[in-house]
């Protein structure tokens, strides 16, 4: 038999594009070596982190009772229970992934999969090695956490996404080495419930690919509650000593100090999931470990696709995944296919205040000749952030003075991560910021801070 399409990693990438290839009535096969679907985003990644995220929020509340004229004495904090209901949120989707698969008449294939040739993929399973014809792979094999040299992961000391999300109580200290999305989000959860966070990042800024207004406000909120930031730090000889960590780091001010915790998260980046999948058998173009893609995600070999966190030049995040399984798959079933536009796609850090961002930061539309006119909009003039007691961060909008083009959007403040989909869905449609200022924005809503920070792009915001 032969497959129309076999899709080798069930993570967002590739059950998206096993769904849409059984929609497309294209017959697909998705192999995974782990014994759940779901992939990094559902088992290690987005989905357990943000249910941690949402009991430390409530957390939070329940430790500040009187802020909401309230009392709650004695307030307990039962990680077992918070975990418990993490796996279980976890457990209950993967039964979804699966449900889908079935609903679509995708085969869940059991095994590791490689590219073997032309048209084919090798499966080895628990039972045996066997040859899968299809006239088109995917390959969505995701990425994994990058170790530093010499570091070995440990269930309780040396963390990394995997082992941070199994930890049997709260840690009284951490160190967190990398303040891009997963250090910041873990520091931002485990501050909250207890733990004394460090978080050591090489370079100048916390979330360097963010706008710099938005690096230094996250900063600046980290220090207020208590987590000790250094950036431009330089991190050496790590020891694990059985009862905790020790550590070195080179300050950015020159001097040199020695850390210790109760354990560390390092948080330096993913490594694509691209050796042993067979593609030194093809023509498929590797950039570093990561697949070169054409616009429809077409690899260099022909039939073979790939998508998710092994693409280069894209960003490492589920969304993008998917939405490349979305153009993989039309473009292979003959149906229109719109390639991704780098420039709009939504980052969210789910810190507190959370970030939402999308296009050009100020300094990118000025280093590409735009010029940039900026609105900002804080959330301390905003009714319902005092409603809801979230003050922190604002709106900022960049804009193209000439034709009043939105050309990017950050945001850090209450459900930046929610808001951010009303720019994404402006700059999609081409929206201009006058076409925003004469959007109506509900009243008392966080949104409505979206349409005062398109307003002050031309100093017109009503609040402030
Ligand atoms: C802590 C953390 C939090 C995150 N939070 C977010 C977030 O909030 N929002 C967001 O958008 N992104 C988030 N991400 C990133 C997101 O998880 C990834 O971008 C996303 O999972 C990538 O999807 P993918 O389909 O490319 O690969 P993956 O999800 O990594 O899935 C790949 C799958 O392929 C399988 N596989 C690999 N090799 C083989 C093989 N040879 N044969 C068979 N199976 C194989 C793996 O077992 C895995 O199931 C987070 C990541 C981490 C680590």
């Known amino acids: 038999m032969t497959y129309d399409l076999i899709i080798i990693g069930s993570g967002p990438g590739g059950y998206s594009a096993a769904v849409r290839a059984g929609q497309y009535g294209l017959k697909t096969g998705i192999i995974e070596k782990d014994p759940k679907l779901g992939g990094t985003c559902l088992h290690v990644g987005c989905i357990p982190t ?35 209901r993490k796996n279980k949120i976890v457990a209950k989707h993967a039964k979804g992934v699966e449900g889908l698969m079935k609903k679509n008449k995708v085969e869940w294939i059991k095994g590791y999969g490689r590219l073997k040739g032309k048209g084919q993929v090798e499966l080895i399973s628990d039972k045996d090695t066997q040859t899968l014809e299809a006239r088109n792979v995917i390959l969505a094999t995701g ?14 000391r040396i963390l990394t996404n995997i082992e941070i999300l199994n930890l049997a109580a709260v840690p009284k200290s951490m160190i967190i080495i990398g303040a891009g999305a997963v250090g910041v989000e873990f520091a ?3 501050n909250r419930f207890g733990t004394k966070v460090t978080v050591l990042e090489m370079l100048p800024r916390v979330v360097p690919v ?61 490594k694509p999931n691209t050796e042993n999948i067979g593609v030194e058998n093809t023509r498929v173009e590797l950039d570093r470990g990561f697949v070169k893609v054409n ?48 420039n709009r796609i939504p980052g969210a850090t789910y810190t507190d205040p959370g970030i939402g961002s999308v296009g050009l930061t100020e300094a990118q539309a000025r280093a590409q000749g ?17 409603i809801l007691g979230k003050h922190e961060g604002f709106v900022k909008v960049v804009a193209d003075e000439k034709y009043g083009e939105i050309l990017g959007v950050h945001i850090i403040g209450p459900e930046a991560f929610e808001l951010i989909s009303e720019a994404v869905t402006a700059m999609e449609a ?20 979206m349409g005062d920070a398109f307003n002050s792009v031309y100093g017109l915001a009503i609040n402030i």
């Open 50 to 84: 943000k249910a941690l995220l949402h009991s430390a929020d409530v957390w939070e509340y329940l430790k500040h009772p009187e802020e909401q004229g309230m009392r709650c004495d004695n307030p307990q904090l039962d990680f077992k229970a918070v975990n418990d």
């Open 143 to 156: 990425s994994e956490a990058r170790m530093l040299p010499g570091l070995q992961p440990d269930p309780e």
């Open 188 to 190: 931002s959860i485990f």
């Open 210 to 270: 963010e706008d710099e207004d938005v690096s230094k406000e996250l900063e600046r909120h980290f220090k207020k509650t208590g987590i000790r930031v250094e950036t431009g730090a330089k991190v050496g000889d790590i020891r694990n000593t059985g009862s905790g960590v020790k550590l070195n780091v080179t300050l950015s001010n020159s001097k040199t100090e020695a850390m210790e915790a109760d354990c560390l998260l390092v948080a330096v980046g993913r």
């Open 295 to 342: 616009p429809y995600q077409q690899t260099g070999e022909p039939g073979v696709y790939a998508i998710g966190d092994i693409v280069a030049g894209t960003p490492q995040l589920a969304h993008v995944a998917a939405m490349q399984g979305m153009v993989a798959v039309a473009h292979m079933a003959g149906k229109p296919a719109h390639p991704i536009n780098r």
């Open 370 to 386: 735009f010029k940039a006119r900026v609105g900002k909009f804080p959330f301390m003039a905003n009714s319902k952030a005092s």
């Open 430 to 449: 081409e929206a201009t910021v006058e076409t925003m200022m004469g959007t109506i924005h509900a009243h008392p809503t966080i949104y409505e801070a």
